[in-house]
């Protein structure tokens, strides 16, 4: 969380190193500007809150997920605990702790699910789009979208499919090619190669646990396992639906690139993966 600390600091700074902080792969990082900018904004130009807002503003997505879980829920005639699972995912302690992204980009997603569901087009395209600046990685959400309305002859003709596909990969581009002019370098492609062979990476990962096995190679290969058999059903549920859905083409666009992500995202970040498997 130090390179949000230091974007939190001062957001549009484009310098690597400043305020005694050098950040690895700034195209790469500054792609995430939501979280920090909105700790420099709670922080009301006062550096020595800093600190003090990145939690706050994580503590209050939190909140914002478990409330908007909780009306999607309502909207399927559940009940309103069920908003909970979204809120005590176990995976935003890690978020929480380290200042990262995940519960910014999380809120903006759920946020947007439900504004989607309940037809608030406006509110929905812009819940997508801040939550591409939170996050790139949740460009897969209007990229389902976007599939969905190409496919099924609606992407100009229902005003919702239309905003929430083509708002939020609007504000991606211009925010990429504004990056890439800044710095250079082109954010989306300067991340160091956490892509590779279909689950190469992850089978590495697996063979790593059992070479070098502990308690907690343990718990490792069931949290793999638990991923695995809800990426299946998922997908089994998603073949056998006679309708697909823009969000369920967004989960088989995920399940992909998680099986692609390299061990270096397997072995720290695990989390992260079933994160964004666990929104969609």
């Known amino acids: 969380g130090e390179f949000y600390y230091r974007y939190a600091l001062s957001p549009f700074l484009f310098e690597p190193t400043a305020y005694g902080i050098t950040i690895d792969n700034p195209s790469f990082r500054h792609q995430r500007i939501l979280y920090p900018l909105l700790a420099w904004l709670f922080s009301i130009g006062k550096n020595e809150l800093i600190p003090w807002t990145l939690i706050l503003v994580n503590f209050l997505a939190l909140i914002g997920i478990t409330y908007f879980g909780a009306k999607l829920a309502l909207h399927f005639n559940k009940s309103a605990w069920a908003g909970l699972l979204f809120g005590l995912y176990p995976g935003f302690i890690m978020g929480l702790a380290r200042d990262l992204t995940e519960p910014v980009a999380s809120f903006f997603i759920i946020a947007g699910i439900y504004f989607f569901y309940t037809k608030k087009s406006f509110p929905a395209a812009l819940a997508f789009g801040l939550a ?73 990962y697996i063979w790593t646990l059992v ?47 998680m099986s692609l992500m390299n061990q270096e995202i397997w072995i720290e970040d695990i989390y992260r993966c079933y994160n964004c498997f666990y929104k969609v």
């Not at 979208?145 to 239309?162: D, R």
């Not at 609007?170 to 890439?180: D, G, N, S």
């Open 132 to 204: 591409v600046l939170a996050r790139e990685f949740y460009i897969i959400i209007p990229i389902g979208i976007f599939i969905y309305g190409i496919l099924n002859n609606k992407l100009l003709k229902e005003k919702n499919i239309a905003l929430c596909a083509i708002i939020p990969l609007a504000v991606f581009i211009v925010w990429q090619l504004f990056l890439t002019v800044m710095w250079e370098k082109i954010p989306l492609l300067s991340g160091g190669g956490v892509f590779g062979f279909p689950l190469i990476y992850l089978l590495n």
């Open 211 to 257: 070479t070098f096995f502990n308690a907690w190679s343990v718990f490792w290969m069931l949290e793999i396992f638990f991923i695995i058999i809800t990426a299946c059903a998922a997908l089994v549920v998603f073949i056998q639906s006679k309708n697909y859905h823009p969000f369920g083409l967004a989960l088989c666009i995920f399940i992909l690139a």
